[in-house]
């Protein structure tokens, strides 16, 4: 975790974008590797809500804290067997999370090449 002069809140707010679009990449992969197990039901990655409210609340360190929490979905449709994982409704979610990660990181860079040209410039 970056911090000090010229480090703004941005900084962490991507930090923890980026871990938590990682955990729940792991949340879907899992999915995804249980596609064909029976009884298996699929599990989400919530924490919109407590991410929200700490950015509402300009509260960094709360920010930092932002785990999720995992869950089952509440999806009721279920195959015959059990299983409720939805293999193209996953490979979407974890395009769409890719997507999302790689969005971070470039502009978790942007942001340092900015720092870096403005120190270089003084």
Known sequence: MLEGPGFDKNF?????????????????ANNIANVNTPGFRRKELKFEEEFLKAVEENDMEAVRQVEGKVVY???????????????????????????AYSLYTQLYAKKLDMLQLAMRST
């Open 73 to 99: 979905s509440d999806d009721p449709t279920l195959q015959n067997d059990g299983n409720n994982v939805d293999i193209d409704k996953e490979m979407g979610l974890m395009n769409r999370n890719s997507l």
């Open 12 to 28: 962490a707010l991507l930090e923890q974008l980026m871990t938590i679009a990682s955990n729940k990449q792991k949340v879907i």
